[in-house]
C-alpha cells in the first residue's frame, strides 16, 4: 500500500510541477534578474512543497507557489543590501504575482510596525523621505522636486531608511510587504 501512496505523490506532484513551472520561472526571473537564481529559488520551493505537500491543505496550488516564490525571492534580496532598482522589482513581483491569482494580503499590523519602528529609528529627514515614499507613494522624481533635492539623494535616503531598519531585525518580509502597499 505504500507504493501506491507514493506513486499518487509522485503523480499528484508532476501534475502541479508541469502546470507551473514555466510561469514560476518566469516570476523569478522578473523578480531576480538572474537566470542561476531564478532555477535555484524554484529548485528550493518545489523541494520544500514535494516534501509538505501531504501535510498541507491548499485552496489553490498556483497561489501558495507564486506566493513562496516571491517569499523566497524576498529572502535572497535580504541577504544583501537593497538597490532601488531592486527594491522596485521586489515591489513589481507582488504586482505581478497578484494578476496569477495569488490571494496574500500585507498585513496592516506588519505595515504598521514598519512605520512605527520607521518613525524611531530614521533620523527626521530620512523618515520624512521614507514616508513620502512608501506611505505616501511618492515618486523618487516626485519627492526630490518637492524637497528640491537630488534622484540620487532619495535613493540615498531610502537605502539608508531600510538599511537601519533591516539592521534592527524588523523583518525583511515587512519591507516586502510595505513595499507591495506602496505601489
Not at 496550488?61 to 513562496?68: E, G, M, P, V
Not at 513589481?92 to 514598519?114: C, G, K, N
Not at 507613494?137 to 532619495?154: K, P, R
Request: a negative charge; charged letters at 20%.
Amino acid at each position: 500500500m505504500a507504493t501506491n501512496t507514493f506513486l499518487n505523490k509522485k503523480l499528484v506532484f508532476n501534475t502541479i510541477y508541469t502546470e507551473n513551472w514555466r510561469g514560476l520561472y518566469v516570476f523569478a526571473l522578473k523578480i531576480l534578474q538572474n537566470k542561476e537564481s531564478a532555477e535555484d529559488v524554484l529548485q528550493e520551493i518545489f523541494t520544500y512543497f514535494l516534501s509538505r505537500m501531504e501535510h498541507t491543505e491548499l485552496a489553490s496550488h498556483k497561489a501558495y507557489l507564486y506566493q513562496a516564490v516571491r517569499n523566497q525571492c524576498a529572502k535572497k534580496f535580504a541577504s544583501k543590501s537593497l538597490t532601488t532598482v531592486e527594491l522596485e522589482l521586489l515591489a513589481q513581483s507582488f504586482s505581478l504575482a497578484d494578476e496569477e491569482e495569488t490571494t496574500a494580503i500585507p498585513s496592516e499590523e506588519l505595515v504598521e510596525e514598519v512605520y512605527k519602528a520607521a518613525e524611531t529609528l530614521l533620523p527626521p529627514k530620512c523618515h520624512q523621505i521614507f514616508t513620502l515614499r512608501f506611505s505616501r507613494q511618492m515618486s523618487i522624481a516626485d519627492i526630490a522636486l518637492l524637497l528640491e533635492i537630488s534622484n540620487s539623494t532619495v535613493e540615498n535616503q531610502i537605502n539608508k531608511a531600510l538599511k537601519i531598519l533591516r539592521s534592527e531585525n524588523i523583518g525583511n518580509l515587512a519591507f516586502a510587504l510595505l513595499i507591495a502597499c506602496a505601489n
